[in-house]
């Protein structure tokens, strides 16, 4: 989130005689990230990029508080200056006019907080110029005091707030009921905006049942200020961070309180906006407060106490920083700091909800003293000069363009996969590794196959009805050992909304380009399944197994297709080029020849049995299917005389003899 701070508005809060520049190249160096400082009205604005679990830093105080940190750590003299606001004990009434408060219903645990009063002699006044003017530099609309006050507290001390006309909610039955919404309401926003709710959302209704605030968000035209409002009910709530969220994101509606309310605004920072912004009500329209505070705060949250050794700063930072100096960096962040003995005792403040375990204050020392200032220090240790021998990078390479090039796609899932996943895989629960601490449900096991979560991606992609996807990437074997890495293999995985004929030859076209030489196809009995079997220097090597429904389903027939192949075993019998052979010095002869085949004939048990029909066969392909006739074209080669018709003959009648004694099939046209 970026927030937009003019720099005498900074000033307000920081004691500091450093100047524009030094102030954005500390904050940039230790804290929150000065983008660009830019010119507006006349005036330096500083550009801030805060990160997103640091709403505390959300304001022109947490810029501040931040900034006299880093600045006084930097050998700059700065300091935050003290907020002089009104306790909730001191608040009273400052008319004898006194307006009854609505009746507030809030049974939610969704809320954390809620602070409200009633203002009156509420005037139609203009917003003062230095206000609007410093609304107008942080790129803010600007309309009139009664509302602009809201907003301009809320930046400068980072807790949203809101003023509902108090005529307007009392004569909607005097009642405010916090509730959950149900599906189809409706509402109107104040900017005229109409929404329908999906159920689920945190709501305010008035007596009837009617929407009258979308809390923590925007408010609802029904309940606005306008220049005819008399009386102000002026309201801060905080609520369940998860259902502010659930709620903006849902109607798309991003405003400045929802980003804050999301990322869990400190609730105790609601009595010193409350305070401020009661003064300026009083200040600039001459408001007075004409109820008793109302204030629902049934959980105040007290901060734990975590031990942090003095030995994790040095591990973690990578040398010794002198205990004085870490106590005193975490006591200005606004920690209590108790030493025993050899480590600390540390409550951080309320506002910092981000510091929950010792590393976090590791990086909270880290980044105040200076990772510029940590000292160098070159990595301990030998380069490896053995290259392992698990690594395919020429080989992973080669695969990954060859299969981009015939059309798939490559994709990246994760190595930790659901129970329900693991169980796909074809092993038991027990022979993955579990996850001690998974973050979620759907990442805790090693995974033991890649096509669990390949499937998964195709069957998160119904409209996409022809998806081929791979993945390379590695599978965990647990060692039996408990104190073990689990064995790393590298797999090539498949899935293919496909047929297997197209399934089939992708494979045969890979391994042709990786210049294996010798590889057979060998189905199982159900013709589910297929292994990959290579064969060198005498040794066969297996390298996967291909699975479909019906493996001599037609052509036509789509269907799933995994298959998974081990790149060890690969790379055993891959070449980077042919080995020569020189040219034939005959001419070959080539023909075709069209079977009309039975369903569920192997083809690839044909092929191979027609070129075990003579030595003279050199090449047998399979050009083209109609319905059940097969063509195939046969090249002929004889090393020593150039073949003619007569010698083919033989040869011919023989393999159809072959072909119909051991498949159920017919030559289409006579011998």
Known sequence: ??????????????????????????????????????????????????????????????????????????????????????????????????????????????????????????????????????????????????????????????????AFDYDKMMNLGGKIIIDIAKKNESFTTLDGERYTTVGGEVIFRAQDGTIIDLPAIKGTLNTAVDQNTKNILFWIENLDAKKVRFSSMTHDIRTVAAELNERNVDPHLAEPTFSFALKLYQQIIGAKIASNLYDYFPHPQSMKTITVPLAVFQRYLGFSLDQKIIISILTKLGCKVTQEKQQLLISPPTYRQDLAIPVDFVEEVARIYGYHNIPNKIMGGTLPL????????????????????????????????????????????????????????????????????????????????????????????????????????????????????????????????????????????????????????QKHHSLGIINASNITLPASSIGLINAELDLNSLSQVAQSQPHYQPLAKTMPLIEDLTFEIAKNTKIGDLIAAIKQTSPLIHQVELKDVYQQRYSFRLTYLDPQNNLAAPDIMPIRQKIVHRVKQRFPAELVGKV
């Open 1 to 162: 989130m970026n927030i937009l701070i003019p720099h005498h508005w900074l000033l307000e809060h920081l004691e500091t005689k450093a100047t524009p520049e030094q102030i954005r190249k500390q904050l940039s160096l230790a804290g929150p990230s000065v983008e660009r400082i830019q010119e507006k009205e006349g005036e330096t604005v500083y550009d801030i990029e805060v990160t997103t679990n640091r709403v505390d830093s959300m304001s022109v105080r947490g810029i501040a508080r931040e900034a006299a940190v880093i600045l006084d750590h930097a050998k700059i003299p700065a300091q935050l200056k003290p907020l002089h606001l009104m306790k909730f004990s001191q608040l009273q009434p400052t008319t004898t006019q006194l307006l009854p408060l609505p009746k507030i219903s809030h049974q939610l645990a969704a809320v954390k907080r809620i602070t409200t009063v009633v203002l009156s002699q509420i005037k139609p006044t203009a917003t003062p110029e230095w206000m609007a003017k410093r609304l107008r530099q942080i790129d803010q609309n600007v309309h009139w005091a009664a509302i602009d006050i809201t907003n301009y507290v809320t930046h400068e001390l980072g807790h949203p707030c809101h």
């Open 386 to 537: 053995k290259r392992p021998d698990d690594a395919y990078f020429d080989l992973e390479e080669k695969i990954k363009n060859f299969l981009s090039l015939v059309g798939l796609q490559e994709v990246y899932t994760y190595s930790l996969v659901s129970e329900k996943q693991a169980l796909k895989s074809g092993y038991q629960l027990k022979d993955h590794l579990k996850l001690a601490n998974p973050l979620t449900e759907d990442k805790v096991y090693l995974r033991r196959s890649l096509l669990p979560s390949l499937n998964q991606v195709i069957a998160e992609n119904p409209t996409s009805t022809d998806l081929e996807l791979f993945e390379v990437a590695k599978i965990y074997r647990p060692t039996g050992q408990e104190t073990q890495l689990p064995q790393e293999q590298m797999k090539l995985a498949f899935s293919f909304r496909s047929n297997y004929r197209r399934a089939r030859g992708i494979i045969e076209g890979l391994l042709d380009y990786l210049f294996v030489e010798d590889y057979q196809f060998i189905t199982n009995k159900n013709n589910t399944q297929a292994e990959i079997i290579a064969f060198k220097k």
